[in-house]
């Protein structure tokens, strides 16, 4: 059983940097916008990152964690501060995640996840049913760290949510891993916001991970409440993460 969640999940961390790309050729429209954005890069971060991971079929394998995370001088750092939970889902899952994310960006990887041409083919594709411009987002590689999908942008052309099922299954114990990000500009720096995964796996059933990042400050600047117009934790998280002690 651990092993099939630390499949499921931990090649699902990241970078949270989102590049734009100012080389791609586009007619004038909102993804040309998107592309064309001169946008601040987030250099550095401090965010108290909300984490929970649950199955639909047993509660016996649900668990919550809050963290510290933090990026400064390119790389990525953590400190748990609370946790509840199976230790199973906390340490195979929550903790793997950190880990691996901490990895793919100490160790100079993090471009590879992310949004840029040298990862992805992108095309319009019209609007969604809000009347959004979507850009489909196509992996020029398969890579579990890439989406197969499409992303959503505002009027201005500025990145809102990123949604589809990774490029490449973990393993074969895992199929149909689902993501959903979503992005908002705090700071004057377009960050994610929220995270959610479910992924199928085999003996196990639907497993999810739901993430929510609280910034406090970007690129060495602190976050003022009212910069925070940013989705709600997911139900399930904001109800059970107000524990500070580490259960069992």
Not at 199 to 212: D, I, L, Y
Request: net charge positive; hydrophobic share 40%.
């Amino acid at each position: 059983m651990r092993i099939l969640w630390v499949i499921a999940f931990t090649l699902l961390g990241g970078s949270a940097v989102m590049t734009a790309d100012t080389t791609s050729d586009f007619s004038d429209n909102p993804i040309t916008r998107f592309f064309s954005r001169t946008e601040q890069p987030l250099r550095e971060y401090r965010a108290l990152r909300r984490m929970h991971a649950f199955t639909e079929n047993s509660s016996k394998y649900e668990a919550w964690l809050d963290a510290w995370t933090e990026l400064k001088n390119g790389r990525f750092s953590y400190q748990i501060v609370s946790e509840r939970g199976s230790d199973t889902v906390r340490s195979k899952v929550l903790r793997a995640v950190l880990a691996r994310e901490q990895e793919l960006i100490n160790s100079g990887n993090a471009e590879k996840g992310e949004l840029i041409a040298a990862n992805y083919d992108f095309a319009e594709a019209g609007r969604d049913a809000n009347g959004a411009p979507i850009v489909q987002i196509k992996p020029r590689r398969s890579d579990v760290l890439l989406v197969d999908g499409h992303a959503v942008l505002n009027e201005r052309g500025e990145l809102v949510r990123v949604e589809g099922k990774l490029a490449k299954n973990p393993s074969f114990w895992t199929s149909l891993v689902n993501i959903v990000r979503r992005y908002a500009r705090i700071g004057g720096v377009r960050v994610p916001v929220a995270t959610e995964t479910t992924a199928k796996v085999k003996f196990v059933g639907t497993a999810q991970m739901e993430v929510v990042y609280d910034y406090h400050s970007v690129n060495g600047r602190a976050v003022a409440v009212s910069e925070l117009n940013v989705p709600p934790a997911p139900a399930r998280t904001a109800a059970q993460s107000d524990s500070s002690a580490v259960e069992k």
